[in-house]
């Protein structure tokens, strides 16, 4: 059973081919400082899109540390779609100043097509020329005060799709949602960061973005309605030969799951979404790869850590079924085999989730010991990615929406006195 040692060993190897420019990245945001942007003029006038379901615990807190924002009021306008809500999120949504469109499609679910209608409302309204640009966020999302003014620098400076600092609100409520929040950090401190400093396209990651006008005009609204609709915006600019900017100093705090049954359901509409955009977008990604190194880039995201690692794991569980039905004397062999692969893997990613924590520990609101303790159990966290993408690979999955709980403000957070919503 030699093979099974070769297997795992080729398996490492071809995932260090494959993401050691992530590791390059990673040791260039070490030492070179993020970019800045100098101070614009303001005269940028903004349309913010948000999509709200049931919101009604937490869109307020949105909306007012977006009116607590320090860019002129006069330009910004808030749009929020009621999707399908049989709750009050419209009518708080518009006693905090939001013009709201009340939406109601039990066929065409999900936050694609919400966005979309919104914006053909707000180009009913306006016109398309009207707005400069357009925000997009969740509704359990809050701005730090200077956001908008943070991202319109980068606007300004020839930006036309931007991402911004992803943090949490409830990082400290347990594993999961520490799991989630370091993840993200990563991202941003890791990932976009040093995709900005080196010239290449970042991507979006959910909510807290900007679009210039342009793009929507150019797609006539917003046009995707994928599972991971924030992947596949991200997938199809890089292939029409955008560039996806990031601006680390607009700082977006939103909320983790915190059940594990919540978790899995929304981390399976994650991998099946990805699934998706590869099939869709996979074959356009790899013919651009060779002169794209942002084609490149999406297509290591969406593509290969499942496939090798989907590969890794059956070939040992065929092995170890074949070793204890024929040969019982190579089941140690194998055992270690896999236990050296899944410890490799665990200290990799113990390694990952210690250098973003400690980089970006001033920006984590919880407990030191809490910040600690999330280190070591980030790697098992990501761990369980391997059986919900098995499982994305047969179930059919729909959109279904989070249910969200940690109703704090900006104050709340910055003074330490966080809400924690985990069962």
């Known amino acids: 059973m030699d093979w ?4 795992n060993t080729c398996v490492s190897i071809l995932f260090t081919l494959c993401y050691a420019y992530q590791l390059f990245y990673l040791a260039y945001a ?16 903004y349309a913010v899109m948000i999509s709200a379901r049931n919101e009604e615990k937490v869109i307020g807190h949105l909306l007012q540390s977006i009116k607590a924002c320090d860019y002129p009021s006069e330009l910004v306008d808030i749009y929020v779609v009621a999707d399908n809500c049989t709750d009050e999120t419209a009518r708080i949504a518009a006693e905090n100043g939001a013009t709201v469109y009340q939406r109601f499609n039990k066929k065409l679910i999900g936050k694609g097509y919400a966005l979309n209608e919104l914006y053909s409302y707000i180009a009913d309204l306006h016109g398309t020329q009207y707005y400069d640009g357009f925000f997009v966020f969740d509704a359990d999302n809050l701005l730090d005060k200077h ?23 409830n990082y400290g409520t347990n ?8 993840w993200f950090l990563r991202e941003a401190k890791f990932l976009n960061n040093p995709r900005s400093l080196l010239g290449t396209s970042c991507a979006i990651s959910g909510t807290g ?48 799951p915190s059940s594990f049954k919540v978790a899995w359901r929304q981390r399976l509409r994650w991998s099946k979404g990805f ?54 004397t190579i089941v140690g062999t194998i055992i270690g085999s896999l236990v050296y692969t899944v410890l490799s893997a665990y200290l990799l990613l113990f390694v990952v989730g210690l250098s973003t924590g400690v980089t970006e520990w001033k920006q984590i609101h919880c407990s030191t010991p809490r910040k600690i303790l999330s280190f070591f159990t980030f790697p098992l966290f990501m761990m369980t990615y391997i059986p919900i993408s098995v499982q994305a690979l047969f179930a059919k999955v729909e959109w279904k929406p989070i249910e969200h709980n940690v109703a704090i403000s900006m104050d709340d957070l910055t003074c330490g006195k966080i809400a924690h919503s985990g069962k």
Request: charged share 15%; aromatic share 14%; glycine share 6%.
């Open 4 to 7: 099974v040692v070769t297997i």
């Open 30 to 45: 070490f030492f070179v400082s993020p970019k800045k942007y100098g101070a614009t003029k303001q005269t940028n006038r």
């Open 147 to 169: 956001y908008i003014t943070e991202m319109d620098k980068c606007f300004s400076a020839g930006n036309r799709v931007i991402t911004s600092y992803r943090n949490s609100k």
């Open 175 to 182: 594993w999961i949602s520490a799991g989630y929040a370091l």
């Open 209 to 256: 973005f900007l679009i210039h006008r342009d793009i929507l005009n150019r797609q006539n609204g917003w046009i995707h309605f994928l599972l991971t609709e924030d992947i596949e915006f991200s997938v199809d600019n890089v292939l029409q030969g955008e560039k996806i900017g990031y601006c680390h100093t607009a700082m977006l705090y939103d909320e983790q």
């Open 275 to 328: 699934l998706q955009v590869m099939r869709d977008y996979g074959g356009s990604l790899f013919k651009q790869s060779v002169k794209n190194f942002s084609a490149f880039d999406m297509l290591m995201t969406i593509a290969p850590a499942f496939i090798i690692t989907l590969f890794c794991l059956l070939s040992n569980l065929c092995a170890l079924v074949y070793a204890l039905a024929c040969n019982p």
